[in-house]
């Protein structure tokens, strides 16, 4: 038998929290509210922990932490550490390992702890259910968070810190309203549900539901809605190939909220150096799908083979404008290099460097342009492919 058809033991603490917890929310938290009802005050505050503990797991635990996408200050650290305790998810430490391991094993059933291969259910939550060997905590790719101090004390500390975060303040909040079990059940249980799965959506819906506009080599996808339910990572297509961007959602309109508090923590002093991958790039890798896709609807169309001259000269202009780019990447890097080196006429070097750094953004600029009008040339390529594979039928 396959290691990965094997049915390892349940794990009766993750059951507890994954299965019981659930089934309990979906008893006592209708049966109190015709027992007793909710007011305004308990929903609001278990809408403002729901979104805390998620921007903790989205800006802190995924893109600070698990994809050095930013740095944040000390205080902004600690408030990612308590508040993502509070989802309930692991601690710092194993959930950055666990994601890292997936980011560099995506979709290989053997080493991908949540692999999409594995089906829906078990990349949702089946793999939290059963001691799977893909499970087996191993910290060689984090030994920059073992140098953390924060992380290494929330590690040390996480027990106790969940369940203050999950059961203390929700009582501690109910003393102070009046009403302690609706407030536990609304603020503690109802609310810790609901960001489980809504996180879990990411392992399980965002490999199986959307578009695969940057890259078909794995599973991943964008899915606007699911961008919305989790705070901005439901760009998971663009996520899985440019990791390291503190964006998920790139275009200004698209809902991002983690992405919009970590450049208003950069204006308040509490985050520095975002990461934020070039746009030529990305729209280098929109291109190279659009190429994959263009050159298997030409193999499967032979009545659009006249069409392929047509493709492969837009390819070379692609390659072309690639070339340019890395030579442009070159000459910038060369402009740095001797800048350091010479330390005579500092104020004429400025003024050079000045110049030729305005020459290089706009030549740059040219690239990125080029590259969008290749898009729309090849997307109305495509349908003519389409049109004409369509009247063959």
């Known amino acids: ?3 990965t058809d094997a049915k390892p033991p ?4 993750n059951v507890a929290i ?3 917890l659930p089934l309990a929310a979906l008893v006592l938290v209708p ?3 015709v027992y007793h009802g909710y007011d305004a005050f308990q929903w609001l505050w278990a809408l403002a922990f729901l979104y805390l503990n998620g921007m903790s797991i989205t800006g802190g635990y995924h893109r600070l932490w698990a994809h050095k996408a930013y740095e944040a200050s000390p205080a902004l650290r600690w408030f990612y550490a308590f508040w993502g305790a509070g989802a309930l998810q692991n601690s710092i430490l194993i959930w950055a390992s666990d994601h890292r391991r997936h980011h560099r094993h995506v979709d290989d059933n053997e080493q991908d702890p949540y692999s999409a ?3 829906l259910w078990f990349s949702h939550m089946g793999w939290m259910l059963r001691d799977y060997k893909s499970n087996e905590a191993d910290f060689s790719n984090a030994r920059d968070l073992q140098r953390d101090p924060i992380v290494m004390w929330q590690d040390k500390h996480y027990v106790a810190l969940t369940t203050f975060m999950n059961l ?3 009582i501690l909040l109910g003393l102070w309203h009046g009403d302690i079990i609706g407030t536990v059940l609304l603020v503690g249980l109802l609310r810790l549900v609901v960001n489980h799965h809504v996180t879990f959506f990411i392992n399980s819906l965002a490999h199986y539901w959307g578009t695969r506009p940057y890259t078909e080599s794995n599973s991943a996808r964008d899915n606007g809605f699911l961008a919305f339910l989790t705070y901005g990572e439901g760009y998971h297509n663009y996520h899985h190939i440019f990791q390291t961007d503190y964006r998920n959602g790139i275009r ?3 809902w991002d909220p983690t992405k919009w508090f970590i450049s208003l923590c950069e204006k308040l002093g509490l985050a520095s150096n975002l990461v934020r991958v070039p746009d030529f790039k990305i729209q280098r890798a929109i291109l190279d799908t659009q190429f994959e896709r263009a050159r298997r609807e030409l193999d499967d169309s032979p009545a659009a083979e006249g069409l392929r001259a047509t493709l492969e000269r837009e390819y070379q202009l692609f390659t072309e404008s690639i070339n340019q780019w890395k030579e442009l990447q070159s000459q910038r890097y060369e402009q740095k290099r001797n800048a350091l080196e010479d330390a005579l006429s500092e104020k004429r070097q ?7 750094n305005a020459a290089l953004r706009t030549r740059f600029r040219e690239l990125e342009f080029s590259l969008k009008m290749q898009r729309k040339r090849v997307a109305l390529l495509m349908e003519q492919v389409q049109l004409q594979a369509a009247q063959a039928a």
């Open 1 to 3: 038998m396959n290691s």
């Open 31 to 33: 049966a109190w509210g």
């Open 10 to 13: 349940l794990l009766p603490i």
């Open 350 to 356: 400025q003024l050079q460097e000045k110049w030729d």
């Open 117 to 119: 291969g594995r089906g």
């Open 168 to 170: 203390g303040l929700p």
């Open 252 to 254: 200004w309109y698209q």
């Open 18 to 20: 994954f299965v019981v």
